[in-house]
């Protein structure tokens, strides 16, 4: 699928619960439980992808994944079990205090707010439905030739949209019927998920070298790597990066 295309149907995915906040006045309760499904469902399909890429084109980042410096998880690993794992961890707490928050809230008097509908609930998921199986169909064609990293981009946006979303139930639903803004929360919450869903849809900016002004900048601050320029760091790092990525890329003899 092309970069538009991409965008397009990013758009078309958020614009079913936008579509139902300010058109169609659902509750908080409803539009989160539209993101809700979202998050799993679409943690369903990547872990689909990740199994049928494994199969068609094996790889030993599949196996032995190589996480970048710092994280840890999957080291070592299978990635579509610790993938899962993760994903499903998080979708199901968030939807342990979605409940929750439905249920105490609407017992206190604030169900306008939170209460779910059911028909609403229904329609949004079944919208939200066509467009992700869509990006899964059009993702089938030239799976083979797909590298490892297409994988690891699919999982680490799906991953952060996750965490988007179940913060804005912890912090977010009880601020909204406590205080009544409820509207204006999640109007901004909708923009801001909008926005990065499309941010993870472009080219990441990823030059050789860091900017001269950049350098500067950073070169005014403490330096945590003594001896070593911001310049220098900056290239040790990518090839640190481009390393792991080799690694994970070497076909998988199984």
């Known amino acids: 699928m092309n970069q538009l295309a991409r965008l397009l149907s990013s758009l078309g995915l ?10 169609g006045d659902w509750s908080a309760g409803t ?47 299978p990635y579509l079990g610790s993938f899962l794992q993760t994903s499903l961890i998080f979708s199901g707490a968030h939807g342990f205090f979605l409940a929750m928050f439905v249920f105490v809230l609407t017992a206190n008097g604030h169900g306008a707010e939170i209460g779910l509908n059911g028909r609403e609930v229904l329609g949004g998921c079944g919208l939200v439905s066509i467009f992700l199986v869509g990006d899964f169909l059009a993702d ?3 799976l083979r030739n797909r590298p ?19 913060l804005s139930i912890i912090f977010g639903v009880a601020a909204a019927a406590f ?15 909008t926005m990065a869903d499309l941010a993870s849809r472009l080219p990441q900016w990823n030059p050789e070298t860091p900017p001269a002004w950049l350098c500067r900048v950073m070169e005014r601050l403490p330096n945590v790597h003594p001896g070593e320029t911001f310049e220098q760091f900056w290239v040790a790092d990518k ?8 690694a994970n890329e070497q076909p998988e003899r199984r």
């Open 140 to 142: 089938l064609r030239g």
């Open 14 to 23: 958020n614009a079913v619960p936008a579509a139902g906040w300010f058109l």
């Open 148 to 166: 490892f990293a297409w994988v690891e981009r699919l999982a680490d946006a799906n991953l952060g949209r996750v965490v988007v979303v179940h």
């Open 31 to 77: 539009t989160l439980a539209v993101y809700w499904f979202e998050n799993v469902a679409a943690s369903l399909l990547i872990a689909a992808r990740i199994f049928l890429h494994r199969r068609v084109a094996p790889k030993k980042g599949h196996w032995h994944y190589q996480p970048r410096e710092g994280a840890n998880r999957g080291a070592g690993g």
């Open 179 to 193: 205080t009544g803004a409820n509207r204006s929360f999640f109007s901004a919450f909708l923009v801001l998920k």
């Open 239 to 246: 090839a640190k990066e481009i390393a792991r990525r080799e």
